[in-house]
Each structure stands twice: as C-alpha cells, then as structure tokens.
C-alpha cells in the first residue's frame, strides 16, 4: 500500500535499504562481534544459538504455518537470557508472531505482530516497521511457494511496552510536530516508487563491500 515512506525517517532513504536489507537478509551479520554490535536481528531470527546447535525460527513458522494456517504457535523470539539480561544494549524487538486467516476479499493473507520492549518512537520505529513488513511480505511468499496457493500480506501489529522519545532530539521532534499542522499527508510522505533510485544506489554500494574487486 502506498505511500509507504515517511519524509521524516531519520536516515537517507540509501540507509532505509541498506537497513532493510540487514534485517531481510542480513548482509552485516558478519559485523556481530564487531563494528559494536552484538547481535543482529536476522541472526537471532534466523541462526538462533541454542545448546544444540543454531535454529533458523523463521524456517519454523514457514513449516508450522503450511502445516496449520491457525496454529498458534508460528513465532520467533529475540531474547537470549544468558546474553541479553546483563548487557548494556539488548534487542528492542522481542518478538513476533504469524497466523494465515482467509480475507473475505483478498483470499489468504499472512497477519503479523511484533512486541518491542523498547522503541524509539521518531528515530527508529519507522525503520523498523519497514524492514519487518517487507519480512512478512518474503514469509507470505515462501509459504505460497510451499502450499501452492496464492498467500498475500495482511494487517501488521506492533505492540511496544515502552514507546518514548529522547531529550537530545526534543527540539526536532517539535519541528516535526508542525510540519503536521503544516504539510498534508502527501507532502509528508513519499511513493517507493520516488525512493527506488536511492535504493539502487544502496544496492551497488552493497555489493561492492561484498565484492570489492569488482
């Protein structure tokens, strides 16, 4: 649906890219345990370290939601205790739960909800709505490839415990909050369309980090 991009996200729209595909993809995993990261959130979704071994969650609720449209048990989680509860910048995200329902005008669609424990609410949440949507558009995708039926995006949920704002950036979000008095929806916001040269841009950049003789 669109317009999807607000004007005021708070990097380039080259970063939205790059973002999303770290989230979709995960194209800097390879950074954890450096760069000052510590995790990622397509690790934790995809290659999550347990005592046996790694558990791609995402493959799971692809698997259990062809085996169940309803079942409720189609989730994947971010949290790791042992890692998380004592250090200094743990995932905001928490995580997220599927069900497929059968839309009376759209056939099949793929409904998800997130939990955040956290959110920055001007400097982060638009990102990262971005990013989990275009995920839930790609798991959609895989569960019709794998039923073989036609399986569309449905309604998304977020539910943060704590949604708040920062007293660095006060000033601008003020600024921001005229510019809703000021601009109409339109003027707020861009068509993907409008964006796709700077993702383009991104993905060149992109692949020449992942191959840099090229």
Excluded at 26 to 54: A, E, M, P, Q
Excluded at 63 to 81: G, H, K, M, S, V
Excluded at 125 to 141: E, G, H, R, S
Aim: some cysteine; aromatic content about 14%; glycine content about 6%.
């Amino acid at each position: 649906m669109e317009p999807r991009i607000h004007r005021a996200l708070p990097t380039g729209l080259d970063e939205l890219e790059v973002y999303r595909q770290e989230v979709v993809l995960g194209i800097h995993n390879h950074w954890i345990g450096g760069h000052g990261w510590s995790y990622s959130y397509h690790d934790r979704l995809f290659n999550y370290g347990t005592s046996g071994g790694h558990l791609d969650q995402m493959q799971k609720v692809i698997d259990n939601l062809t085996d169940c449209f309803y079942t409720r048990r189609a989730q994947a989680i971010t949290w790791d205790p042992e890692l998380d509860a004592a250090h200094h910048e743990p995932p905001c995200l928490q995580r997220m739960w599927f069900r497929i329902i059968e839309d009376p005008k759209k056939g099949l669609v793929l409904n998800m909800n997130t939990h955040w424990r956290s959110r920055d609410a001007f400097k982060a949440a638009f990102m990262n709505i971005y990013a989990l949507t275009d995920l839930q558009k790609v798991m959609a995708q895989k569960i019709s490839a794998k039923i073989g039926k036609d399986v569309g995006v449905g309604r998304y949920a977020d539910i943060a415990d704590s949604y708040h704002i920062y007293g660095s950036y006060f000033d601008q979000f003020k600024g921001f909050l005229e510019t809703l008095k000021t601009k109409t929806f339109e003027q707020r916001t861009y068509e993907t369309s409008f964006a796709e040269p700077f993702f383009e841009e991104a993905r060149k950049r992109i692949a020449k980090e992942n191959n840099p003789l090229k």
